[in-house]
DNA sequence: TCGGCAACTTGATCAAAATCAAAGGCGTCT
DNA sequence: AGACGCCTTTGATTTTGATCAAGTTGCCGA
């Protein structure tokens, strides 16, 4: 996965794209790097930007997928519901990550932002035609699909044989890594997800994801403040404590 | 997931393939449907069929990944494993899956037959050339990225949410749709995996999935016999108690 | 400045699954 | 047939994390 965040910030940066984009600021990043002037000018044209606070939802679980969309700023949750009310997250989405559902008009996802987030829309009929006539275009679908596979399954790797500890520091580095791809990795941060979320994000109760916290920060590995800014003095300690090789 | 399987039933019957992949009976799904009949018997030439027994590994965690793969035959575990050991099975893939990571040159990870399985093997060099030139293989090979993933994110939700009972009863819904896919759920089958294997997919012990099954076995939910044989009287009462809606 | 509320923490107890331990099947090799 | 080995089942006990139940903290609006 760092590997992949490399090679998008490579893209952006050898590329000779025009700011037509800059309307949706979606040159930052996503979709735009494989597409020609002319395309992007259409794209920007048809694009849509908006604003959606903590815990509204984007896209609903079982909703006719719309439109794909670039995250200009913030966070998405994806997530998963039982019939019962049991949750899970599935995925976390920062930006400057694609989202959609490509070929696929039924969402099996709840997308719903977790923090204050911009996106930048495109109608998905938008999308498909520039699919069909940009070949380049689809291969970048393709990568960000492998790499959303990617991270499912070292998740599931975290959620079916890790202990609470290891879940809790596991996020930690998950946020650590992700919440600022431009800087790399950051020692210091926000959490962009409550004690209920993170709970639902790692197969766990609340009150055990507090407890591990606690016991992360008595154990020196974490310092907290506010309850949702923390610092990690030495990432390493925590990628240790996480399980991570 | 049942909606991928109609498609690609679809796929088979509908196009005209000449049968010159029968050299490796990769016609009965898998990449061939999107090629020409000149590219098809480009692939089958360079086409190499293996078998694999229980056990034998395909691709090695880490080792890099120098061809693609049709299974014909059987089941491919895919896993990840922690440094300590534990281990995790992030996915299964049945006949005619088409395993491979394209784009990717690292294999992250352990994909190891299940069961005596057949697969024909195309060298990445020439699924690469042909993906350059014919873009429907690509939309192909992003639509299988997409269905494993659409696969992974469920499991996600089975492995941080469910009980036992319910990690048992939706392993075994998994397998009665998957293990023939031709003629759609079976209500009888054998087994693919051990009871490792099963504890392994689950995030469970061995002893926890045994109980299980023991405990579906008495509430009369299956039938079991060798251990390995299972009947499902019916599919309704086994996805109630797998928690599947 | 004071409620009031939501998010978080902490404590006590409980339950589900893990662990430890011992049999019980079943196939194979001699 | 008998002995060995592997896989599976079953039982007893322990542990981890869930559940139930108070408290804190911090934030916002009155």
Redesign the interface.
Known sequence: MQIVNEHRRKDIHNSDIPTVCAACEARHGGVCGTLTPDQLLDLSRHSTRRSIEPGREVIGQGETTESYANIIKGVVK?S?V???G???I??LQFAPDFMG????RES??TAEAAVDTDICCFPRTVIDRLVAEA?GL??R???Q??K???E??????T????TAQEKVASFLYIIATHIDPENGTANEFDLPLSRADIADY??LTIETVSRQITKLRKDNVIRIENSRHVNVPSLDRLMHVA?I?
């Open positions: 994806l998963k039982l019939a019962d049991r949750q899970q599935v995925g559902r490509p070929f696929t099996a996802l070949p689809e291969h679908l393709h990568e699909a492998l959303e596979l990617d499912a399954r070292d998740w599931m790797l959620l079916g044989r890790k790692l197969g399980g090789d």
